[in-house]
């Protein structure tokens, strides 16, 4: 522990990965070498990772180039109603009623305001890092198909060659219902 | 006709429809939006789905060339303008027969917009005006189709065909401009004429190549728009235009009654003529519309100098080329018929809206001496008229061309009346096969013109009578 601690003085960019390589060395991975000597060794003018054979790329920042945004340039917080809840539970089928959960949403709103601090006025909005990308267009001949029984070979259920499923989409039952459930299920 | 078009200066303001259409044409092509499997009406179930079809994880969509030309094909045929850069998205909804649980389209930038649909109904006291009308296209997006799903009540389960899931469709977004039935099934009739005729869709309503949608709400003249219902499950242009003046009628009189018409689906039910409400809609959607992030921007060129360097032909899709290859369109047909051959609108307009009518009458012009103008009658009245009382089409009439046009030789050059004619024409349909000279020898409907002829039938008919040729006689003589 205390070497490592001091290696996060020395050099500033350890990163977790080299958690691994530090075992090894404590393992005797470097036979005859004294860890001290090791660090001497790689305490030079260019910041490296500290149990990492190859140097860091150039183009990933020494130091960190960012800080977060203060409190006061961020938009007020979002209102998080039952209502939004409700509806955020039923589109994505997931429950996170809990406080936990609740707080969680919070954080990552919270955290995705930071964006209304950057200016985009003129600016075209990107949707796609492929937007430089030429859509590539396939000729109208067929290539693919005929296949169903290795479909519904993954298929649990089948009827004749059709996949089966229920009548109709379950509907997910009402708000109040649903909190008697997880209530139940907090047990 | 439609209330609206009826003068209403000093009446009190009624109640009229709005009606605005959706409509799905599926896409005439080999194979899929974004796959390359078959497109096919019937086949054993799921066997024409590919791995992206069905969703499976690592499939990516690869759009068809065809289905992009086949867009800006019917974007121009209706006047719209093409985006030369457009975006595909994805609209997100929980069904069986979508298994992605998205569906691509476009929402945001779609291929082609702000188009104009011309078409005509028959109309006036004998319904043979031509009245010409127009509706806004606002938008022609390219999506994906989903399966079919058979609902089998008994088990209590859904069968699943993916066979039509990633079909191609251009879903075409007219503005709410029209206020009944009829209008609305006129303007889905003329562009059933026109994409059958680009060829970009077959138009078939009854195997679900067409599929219309229709939002209707009522108000009064002047006044914001009505809550608008949806109705869906309209498989014929007849039944469309029942099912929109039930809709009309029906939210007309819920308001009378003093109720409200609520923004809800609903289906139209042929047996009972009526819509009912859908179950399994709940509310308002939100389909968490996002831009697709594995497809980048769709472009379309407007002519070659405008291709970047080094692009492949295959790889290019130009409006240009696209615009010069369009087929004659229907209003144009309609045109040189009346140029070419002298008839009148209305006739032309009846003779392209029926399948098949057009090459018949050409046809009988071909085999017959007679004007253009004395055929038509012929063709749009008699043969249309027995043709709709069997609901038989075109192809199927038994009197051809040749014979018909047989008849009506006989009938020019005198050796029968025009009220025979008709007579002869319905035996020869009855009976198929006989021809007209056939019929006329056996019935001896044949008009005699022989003077000697003629007159010894007056001289049998005179000495077979002597009582009343001295009745007449006398009375000639007092």
């Known amino acids: 522990m205390s070497v490592f601690s001091f290696a996060v003085t020395r050099t500033f960019s350890v990163s977790v990965q080299n958690i691994r390589p530090l075992c090894k060395l404590l393992n005797g991975g470097h036979s005859g070498t004294n860890v001290q000597d090791f660090l001497g060794r790689r305490n030079s003018s260019v910041q490296t990772r500290l149990f990492s054979s190859r140097p860091l790329n150039p183009k990933v920042p020494e130091f960190p180039t960012w800080e977060p945004v203060p409190e006061d340039q961020l938009p007020p917080p979002a209102q998080i109603t039952a209502d939004l809840v409700d509806k955020l539970e039923r589109l994505a089928l997931v429950d996170f009623r809990t406080k936990q959960g609740l707080e969680c949403l919070e954080k990552a709103i919270r955290f995705a305001d930071q964006l209304h601090v950057v200016d985009t006025s003129g600016v075209e909005p990107m949707d796609s890092v492929l937007e430089d ?33 229920p009548p109709g989409n379950i509907p997910l039952p009402k708000r109040e219902e649903r909190a008697a459930m997880l209530k139940h299920s907090e047990l | 006709m439609c209330p609206s078009s009826v003068l209403q200066s000093n009446a009190p303001q009624h109640l009229i429809g709005v009606v605005g259409l959706e409509i799905h044409a599926q896409i005439n092509s080999n194979t899929k939006l974004f796959s390359g499997s078959s497109v096919r009406f019937s086949a054993p179930p799921n066997s024409l789905v590919s791995f992206f079809d069905a969703s499976l994880p690592g499939t990516l969509p690869v759009l068809n060339k065809r289905c992009v030309e086949a867009a800006v094909m019917t974007g121009l045929a209706l006047n719209c303008s093409i985006n030369r850069k457009s975006l595909f998205d994805r609209k997100h909804y929980f069904y069986a027969d979508l298994p992605a649980g998205y569906q691509i389209t476009q929402l945001r930038r779609p291929i082609a917009v702000d188009g104009v649909l011309n078409y005509s109904l028959l109309g006036g006291k004998k319904r043979n005006q031509v009245i010409r009308k127009t509706v806004c296209i606002k938008q022609i997006q390219l999506e994906q189709d989903s399966g079919k799903s058979l609902h089998d009540d008994v088990r209590s389960q859904t069968l699943i065909d993916l066979n039509r899931a990633g079909v191609g469709l251009m879903e075409l977004v007219m503005e709410p ?14 562009l059933q004429l026109i994409l059958q005729a ?58 009378q ?78 045109d040189r018929l009346v140029q070419t051959y002298g008839i009148l609108p209305e006739h032309s307009f009846t003779l392209v809206n029926e399948d098949g009518l057009v090459e018949y009458f050409e ?68 009976s198929s096969g006989k021809t007209a000279p056939q019929i006329i020898q056996e019935q001896d409907l044949g008009l005699v013109s022989d003077a000697a002829q003629l007159h010894s039938i007056c001289q049998k008919v005179v000495d077979s009578h002597p009582d009343e040729v001295r009745a007449q006689i006398l009375h000639s003589y007092s």
């Open chain 1, 133 to 165: 990308r030429a859509l590539f267009l396939r000729d109208d001949a067929v290539t693919e198909g005929d296949c169903a029984e290795e479909l519904l070979q993954l298929a649990k259920n089948t009827v004749e060659e059709y996949f089966v499923a």
């Open chain 2, 257 to 334: 009654r003093g109720g409200t018409v609520q923004n809800e689906t609903r289906t139209y039910d042929s047996k009972s003529g009526e819509t009912i409400p859908m179950r399994d809609k709940e509310g308002l959607q939100d389909y968490r519309f996002m831009p697709e992030p594995n497809l980048p921007p769709l472009i379309v060129y407007e002519d070659n100098a405008s291709l970047p360097t080094g692009i492949e032909a295959c790889q290019a899709v130009v409006v240009q080329k696209i615009r010069e290859g369009l087929p004659e369109l229907p209003s144009v047909k309609r």
């Open chain 2, 363 to 430: 046809a009988v012009l071909r085999a017959t001496k007679k004007e253009p103008r004395k055929v038509i009658g012929w063709v749009t009245n008699e043969l249309l008229g027995h043709l709709k009382l069997h609901d038989v089409s075109v192809s199927q009439s038994p009197i051809s061309p040749p014979a018909l046009a047989e008849l009506l030789e006989l009938q020019e050059t005198g050796h029968i009346s025009s009220s025979v004619a008709k007579q002869v024409f319905q035996e020869m349909w009855r």
């Open chain 2, 198 to 255: 680009l060829g970009t869709c077959q138009g078939n309503m009854s195997e679900g190549q067409l599929r219309v949608d229709a939002n209707v709400s009522v108000h009064r003249p002047g006044e914001p728009l009505g809550t608008r219902t949806e109705v869906k499950n309209i498989n014929s242009a007849r039944y469309l235009a029942r099912a929109i003046d039930y809709e009309i009628q029906r939210q007309i009189d819920v308001l």
């Open chain 2, 177 to 190: 401009e029209m206020s009944c039935g009829e209008e609305a099934a006129a303007a889905v009739r003329e």
